[in-house]
C-alpha cells in the first residue's frame, strides 16, 4: 500500500513539474515576444522620460557648457560653451563656436553668469559665428576651437586683438 501511495506522489509530483516547466517556458516566450515587436531600442531614462515628462528648465539665450555623458555624438565638444537658440521637449538646439547642434538636457549644464556676463557670452557667440569655417586654415580653428570652450564671460585684450586680426582677414 505504501508503495502505491509512493508512486502515485510521485507520478503527481513529475507532472507538476512537467506543468511549471511548460509554464515557465510559456511565460518566456511571451516576453521574448512582447520585447521582439518593439524593434526600437530605448534606454531607461527615454522610458522614464515617457512616464513623467519633465519641464525643459532651459532659456533661449541662456549660456549653458556642454557635457559629454555617455554621448558618444559630443565627442569633441565637452567643455564647449554655447548658447540656448531654441528649446525642445527633451533638448536645445545651441550655438557654438563653429555652428548650430542639437543637445539632450541632460548634456547641458548651467554655468551660473549674470545676465550681463550671457549678454557677453552672447555677443562673442555672434562674433564667431559670422566667420565663415571654410577657408581657415587650422591653426586659427583651433584657436577658435579654444575659445569656444573659455570659461570666463570676456575675451583677453590679446584674444580679442587676435579675433579681430581674423574677423577682418576672412
Not at 521574448?32 to 524593434?39: D, F, Y
Not at 526600437?40 to 555623458?69: C, F, H, L, T, Y
Not at 576651437?145 to 574677423?167: M, S, V
Amino acid at each position: 500500500m505504501k508503495n502505491f501511495h509512493l508512486s502515485k506522489l510521485e507520478g503527481m509530483s513529475n507532472s507538476i513539474n512537467s506543468l511549471e516547466t511548460k509554464y515557465q517556458k510559456n511565460f518566456i516566450n511571451k516576453t521574448v515576444k512582447s520585447k521582439g515587436k518593439n524593434n526600437k531600442k530605448r534606454s531607461v531614462v527615454d522610458e522614464i522620460r515617457e512616464r513623467r515628462p519633465v519641464p525643459n528648465p532651459w532659456r533661449v539665450g541662456e549660456v549653458a557648457q556642454i557635457v559629454m555623458k555617455r554621448n558618444p555624438e559630443l565627442k569633441g565638444r565637452s567643455g564647449q560653451w554655447c548658447i540656448i537658440e531654441e528649446v525642445l521637449n527633451f533638448s536645445c538646439l545651441v550655438k557654438t563656436w563653429d555652428g548650430i547642434i542639437q543637445v539632450k538636457i541632460e548634456n547641458l549644464k548651467d554655468v551660473y553668469y549674470s545676465s550681463k556676463q550671457q549678454r557677453d557670452m552672447k555677443a562673442i557667440s555672434d562674433r564667431l559665428s559670422q566667420i565663415p569655417q571654410q577657408q581657415l586654415e587650422d591653426s586659427v580653428k583651433k584657436f577658435l576651437e579654444e575659445l569656444g570652450k573659455i570659461e570666463r564671460p570676456f575675451l583677453t585684450a590679446l584674444e580679442d586683438k587676435i579675433l579681430t586680426l581674423i574677423e577682418t582677414e576672412t
